[in-house]
């Protein structure tokens, strides 16, 4: 490897240090076929990378220093098409965007702003955030593992059957009668969707009364049951009644949808025990800290039983 494809891998590496903010390191570099190579500094690749290497100062402000790792964390608040930018491109704003913090924030601590009650009332907020997402950080990626992924695949969705699904329009009455017109209408040859956005109630009648593909379990059951004995072009022979009126029913399509694979569905499996771990964690510390909650008026709002019997907000 030429010591110009080493500053290119070097300068690649930096990149992903910043969009991905991995402020602890940069990876090593591939050897050449020679078994070795030169890097940025001029010495092996394979060497340890010194402090100093892995989270260069790149600016100071009345001394205080800027590191590599301040940008990184900057660019965590970027859109994701710009994180995408190359480095060269990303690290001027984002130093400048830098600098600018720090002269600010020392201005106002020259101006004794720190001081004021009401900002260290904020300030110490915003440090609670901070060790809020840092405690969440620690604790919930523990359990959302690939197996407890997987688990959770099986249980859901392994050996489940293709679902049945109908694509529907439906045209929204006020009455049974003015329903029963529409069908008279229908048996003489008018188009379902014109009707549909000339006199339904429901606001998708704009799109002719569409309500899409859906499942049977989606829908209100009087509903399901009258569009899940319908093959496709076949209209409800009589109207069907709930609380928001008459409804002329139409199916347009029936489909069987398999289950999805692991794959398919993986990251939002993530996002599921993600959440699952929070409320977790959020519980397991409710549990162990004495909680009170009051009115406006100051009385302690009145707990309920399970609360009152040591089930987690007051010990």
Known sequence: MSLQRGFQTFSRLRLAAVVLVCSAGIAQAQPNQAGSAAAPGGGPVGR???GAERDPV???VDGRLIYLSDLARLSRTLPESMRNLPFDTLMPPLLDRMIDHEVLAMTARRAGLDRRPDIQREMR???DMVLESAFLAEV???KVTDGAIEARYNRLYANRPA???VRARHILVGTEQEAKAVLADLKKGADFATLARALSKDPDGRTGGDLGFFRRDQVWPGFADAAFTLQPGQIAPTPVHNEFGWHVLKVEERRLVAPPTLSEIREQLRQQLTAQAVQEAIQEARSQMIVHKF????????LSPQLRSGGGEQR
């Open 140 to 142: 919930a990626p523990a």
């Open 58 to 60: 790149i600016g100071s």
């Open 295 to 302: 009115n406006l008026d100051g009385s302690e709002i009145e």
């Open 125 to 127: 907020a915003a440090a």
């Open 163 to 165: 679902t049945d699904q």
């Open 48 to 50: 340890a990378l010194t």
